[in-house]
């Protein structure tokens, strides 16, 4: 366990009595072929919250759900789900229920039949199953869809369909994973919001997989950033952005800047050459550090006024705002303003020691943050050398 | 309404010169030979004869219906695993499936022959072990046996190549939502399978019912079937007229099955649930 993630629980830990805990992953390990997938994962999840595993593909957070769904035991540690131990216990004896990425729903039954299913297999009346059918049919907004065929309804459609099926046989636990990811970008607004609104609705909890950060800022109670098999942080989506633990989270929520910085003295950090004053404190005297600033929390000022000087590289036009591209000793800043500057201007920048925030060196330190180009996988598309994953290959081919 | 162009017509004409060499001209011929006698006028003296057939006529659909059951038995599960394997397994699995095929129809035959023979192969293996022996040859038995194992292939390939395309989430979501292995079996992974065990059924009873040498060799003739008796009409009777009105009948049969197994799946998907 991470020391930050220690702290959280501490801290999380004394809010404990007043809501239950409803599952607890105690030092989930899996491997597949040699390759470690999840790494010592330590999480609970407390009844009725909306919790997000957010991270790249392949950072283990669909392994996690899987395992809390009973479709993968893991190869040590513990899951125990209101206070009992599950290890072993099949899926379809768990009172958690998912909703799949392609949304899995029975092609060879209509809509009524789908989500009549689950509650069919607990032998309930008849009267009882349409009783319901016809709830959750109104929960999400499809009512008069009863005879359709799945095949004749729009990915939205069939959404809401996998939704009413999860939700009819009334689970604790509702996991779905990156449910969202097949639909248009305002369809999928307009589904965040509702799925948020019906986690409230009925009080249960959500355990939500994306790879979406904004996404996740907009729905969770609580986001759980992982990466390579391992949590990054756990915390309220203001927590994690604006106080990211390390390199790794500040660039995968949002956009920042990071800077090798050293920590001079409690609220004196030094990076670029200068002292700035800032509101962290804690750590050791002249201790190397990260310090992220959000490209929204960078001022323009005139060159001469500025606490440090660039030039402009590139102005990119994106409605709200322009996104500039400052090139300060060599390091790319990203500054948000909705002032136009043009590229070869010299500007000056001016930071606020509230917006500055120090991180501990971490494994992630000088991997992230200068915004010479906005993906690592970019830099190595034009690498002859870099072998591509294997779904782009994958893609290539077709 | 659309027009074909002269191109198009152009493309389709190999395919229509095609269908009425091989298969039109053969069915008026069939006709024609079934409607007449040997010197070429018309009789129904053909179709009287058949009723002498009766009993071939059951005792051919009576066995082929049997090795189709039996052959459906085998394959499910079968094509299942194959299909539930990992892909070198799957391709070691499906070789050997289609290793028979590549000997000929009439040596696979022959070699149950010697392995099914009184004093043959298993009676001598047997009786090293002090059991039987056992008389198998020239049995009904054996003449389902040789058409369980020449069509079994016929059966396996379409119900894998359904099995192989279906959706593993569903099935996963079939558990989630309360379904036992048993359960999600019959409750999702059947249902979609039935267009796979239409065409393997339709594949594997058409060649049984109309099929001829496997009764010859290990039935011992004693149990002649249809396509025995089709045979022996144009082989060694030179009756063409009454060889015709058998295939005639046989075609009819074969249509009238198939469209009541395709009715019958049609009704399948949601009969069983």
Redesign the interface.
């Known amino acids: 366990m991470s020391i930050p993630n220690y702290i959280h629980r501490l801290e999380r830990g004394c809010k404990l009595n007043e809501k239950t805990i409803i599952i607890n992953l105690k030092n989930i390990s899996v491997s597949f072929d040699e390759q470690q997938i999840l790494k010592n994962i330590n999480l609970f999840i407390r009844d009725g919250e909306f919790v997000t595993l957010l991270g790249p593909s392949g950072c283990g957070k669909t392994t996690t759900l899987r395992i809390i769904a009973g479709f993968l035991e893991p190869d040590s540690g513990e899951v125990i789900f209101d206070g009992k131990t599950i290890n072993g216990v099949p899926a379809y004896k768990r009172q958690v229920n998912t909703i799949f990425q392609r949304y899995a729903l029975f092609p060879h039954l209509n809509v009524y039949d789908n989500i009549a299913f689950g509650l069919k297999n607990k032998k309930v009346p008849k009267d009882e199953i349409s009783k319901t059918v016809t709830e959750m049919l109104g929960l999400v907004n499809l009512k008069g869809f009863e005879k359709r065929n799945i095949e004749s309804l729009s990915g939205g459609q069939q959404q809401r369909v996998a939704i009413a099926r999860a939700l009819a046989v009334r689970p604790r636990v509702l996991l779905l994973d990156e449910p969202l990811g097949a639909l248009d970008l305002k369809l999928r607004k307009d589904m965040q919001f509702e799925l948020k609104n019906i986690q409230q609705r009925l009080g249960i909890t959500f355990i939500y997989v994306t790879h979406d950060q904004e996404e996740a800022l907009s729905m969770s109670d609580t986001i759980v950033v992982m990466n390579s098999g391992e949590i990054q942080q756990i915390g309220s989506p203001t927590d994690i952005y604006n106080e990211p633990v390390n390199a790794f989270v500040a660039d995968f929520i949002g956009e920042s800047n990071i800077l090798d910085g050293i920590m001079r003295d409690d609220y004196y950090v030094e990076f670029e050459g200068m002292r700035f004053k800032c509101v962290d404190k804690g750590f050791g005297k002249n201790e190397p550090v990260d310090v992220v600033i959000r490209p929204e929390d960078v001022d323009i000022v005139p060159s001469e006024q500025g606490m440090l000087r660039g030039e402009v590289t590139s102005v990119t036009f994106k409605g709200v705002h322009y996104e500039i591209i400052v090139d300060i000793n060599g390091f790319k800043w990203m500054i948000q303003t909705t002032e136009k500057s043009e590229v070869g201007d010299v500007i000056g920048i001016s930071i606020k020691p509230e917006e500055i925030q120090v991180m501990k060196k971490s494994e992630y330190s000088g991997l992230y943050g200068d915004y010479s180009s906005f993906s690592d996988e970019f830099d190595g598309l034009s690498d002859p050398n870099t072998e591509q994953s294997e779904d782009e290959n994958a893609q290539e081919e077709e | 309404m659309k027009t074909t162009s002269f191109a198009k017509k152009i493309l389709n004409a190999p395919y229509i010169v095609w269908s009425v060499i091989f298969i039109i001209a053969p069915l008026i011929m069939v006709f024609y030979y079934a409607f007449t006698d040997r010197s070429g006028a018309f009789t129904w003296n053909n179709i009287i004869a058949l009723k002498n057939y009766g009993e071939t006529f059951g005792r051919s659909i009576l066995y082929a219906v049997v090795a189709t059951l039996i052959c459906l038995v085998i394959s499910y599960p079968l094509a299942y695993i194959i299909a539930r394997s990992g892909a070198s397994k799957r391709s070691t699995l499906m070789m050997l499936i289609m290793l028979p095929m590549w000997m000929n129809f009439l040596i696979r035959t022959y070699s149950w022959l010697t392995l099914l023979a009184n004093k043959g192969v298993i009676n001598t293996i047997l009786g090293a072990i002090g059991l039987g022996p056992f008389h198998m040859i020239n049995t009904p038995g054996a003449v389902i046996l040789g058409m369980v194992y020449n069509f079994l292939p016929y059966m396996v390939l379409p119900i894998y190549s359904i099995m192989s395309k279906l ?1 593993f ?2 099935t ?9 292995g048993f ?1 999600v079996i019959r ?2 992974i059947f ?2 399978s039935v267009p796979g065990i239409i065409s393997g059924i339709t594949m594997v009873f058409v060649p049984s019912v109309s099929t001829f040498y496997i009764s010859q060799k290990l039935g011992g003739g004693k149990y002649l079937l249809i396509g025995d008796s089709i045979e022996m009409q144009f082989q060694s009777a030179y009756n063409y007229n009454l060889g015709a009105s058998l295939s005639l009948v046989l075609m009819l049969m074969i249509i009238a099955c198939m469209f009541v197994m395709n009715k019958f799946a049609d009704d399948e ?1 949601a009969a069983i ?1």
């Open positions: 959706d989430s569903l996963e979501a079939a558990s989630d939502l309360g379904c036992n359960q409750r999702v249902p979609l998907g649930i």
